[in-house]
């Protein structure tokens, strides 16, 4: 009865959030629109899960035992897609894309399909077979949902794996764009999904009562870190637009190649002296774009310069500055009423915990152990 109560509960509460991100899509459209939508088919997954296959409601209407059978197969596809905006990927409905929408539609079909051919009599028979999860039909279509399920998990999981790898290449700051609880969500579900079957029955109707439970508060958790990370999207769109840039870079690399300057020792001299005289570095929320921009060159050109004179990233090429600024401060009596934590922010660092790291990175000290030992030796 009390679990009833909850999953009955739990079809509202997604509901309103399916609303609220649905009409909430003005800064992140594209990633509030899928979880809005993935919000809005766990509550109709919940309602006929709960109200239909735990209760006698459904023999009232057995046509409707295989409501949600189709639209299961679109969890994995709506998280995939999540994670593709919430990364700042721009979804086109065309070509592959829309391979993902054909197992819930096979699904849906073939379901419906099979219901209309079984005889006024032994509908109910059916549906008693279905609910007891002894039906043939039954392990196939749990075996598919969890290969589905299971390998949109591993796609989404390597799919922000790329973009985390992406971000030293295009950002000077990235601790608050690696999206570390993201990541976790997504480990846990995959890890969820292959360690729960195996101690309830593998694939048996005893192991989905606990989804849509583990599920409710993992999707609140994603709800409110969505809803409350609204400045990390204006950064995505540079992100994105980074990312086009180098998706067509093809199409129009010889043109660029012949009004740019010759990859030579000179550029690189210029690039130095601009970062010598102008320190954009100092500035926490530089990107290659508004560097490149500065420069005059495409994004794509300035990382090439980057790789092949410096054998750096963007990231380890703005923070070798930074980390060359900060020792000079550390040491100076100019900034010697600042904290460790206020040098690093004067730095061009956005926070105490990167500035620590960075600086570990490339001093091997701390920056504490770092003044200590200069101003010993002097």
């Known amino acids: 009865m009390i679990f009833n109560l909850i999953g009955f509960g ?83 409905y065309q070509g592959k894309t829309l391979l993902h929408f054909i197992p819930a539609i096979i699904a849906t079909i073939f379901f419906y399909g099979k219901l209309f051919f079984i005889p006024a009599s032994e509908i109910q028979a059916y549906v008693d077979l279905i609910k007891a999860d002894k039906h043939p039909i039954n392990r196939p279509y749990h075996l598919l949902l969890y290969i589905s399920n299971v390998a949109y998990l591993v796609a989404s999981l390597v799919e922000l794996l790329k973009y985390r790898l992406a971000l030293t290449t295009f950002f000077s700051s990235i601790d608050k764009l690696r999206l570390v609880w993201l990541y976790n969500v997504l480990l846990f579900l995959v890890i969820f999904h292959f360690v729960l079957p195996l101690g309830y029955g593998l694939l048996t109707i005893q192991f989905f009562p606990y989804v849509p439970l583990m599920q409710l508060p993992i999707l609140s958790f994603v709800a409110w870190k969505a809803y409350s990370q609204p400045e990390l999207f204006s950064t995505l769109e540079t992100f994105s637009e980074v990312i086009s840039e180098n998706e067509n870079r093809k199409l129009d690399e010889q043109k660029v190649v012949v009004s ?119």
Request: aromatic share 18%; glycine share 4%; charged share 15%.
């Open 10 to 92: 739990s079809v509202f509460f997604l509901l309103g959030l399916a609303i609220f991100f649905l009409k909430n899509r003005h800064n992140n459209a594209g990633s509030n629109l899928y979880l809005g939508l993935l919000f809005l088919l766990q509550a109709l997954s919940n309602f006929h899960f709960f109200i239909f296959r735990l209760s006698d409601f459904i023999n009232h209407f057995p046509y409707l035992i295989h409501l949600s059978a189709g639209f299961r197969f679109l969890w994995g596809v709506l998280l995939y897609f999540f994670v593709q905006t919430f990364t700042g990927k721009t979804i086109k």
């Open 260 to 378: 740019l300057p010759a990859l030579d020792d000179s550029f690189a001299n210029t690039l130095l002296h601009f970062m010598q005289e102008n320190k954009p570095y100092l500035n926490a929320e530089l990107t290659i774009k508004m560097l490149s921009d500065d420069l005059g060159i495409p994004s794509y050109q300035l990382s090439k310069i980057l790789n092949q004179h410096f054998q750096k990233n963007f990231f380890d090429f703005v923070n070798t500055y930074r980390v060359e600024e900060a020792k000079l401060k550390l040491v100076s009596s100019e900034y010697e009423h600042l904290t460790l934590e206020g040098i690093g922010y004067e730095c061009g660092f956005n926070s105490k915990s990167s500035f620590y790291a960075v600086f570990k990175k490339y001093v091997n000290q701390t920056p504490a152990e770092y003044r200590k030992e200069v101003l010993l030796a002097v």
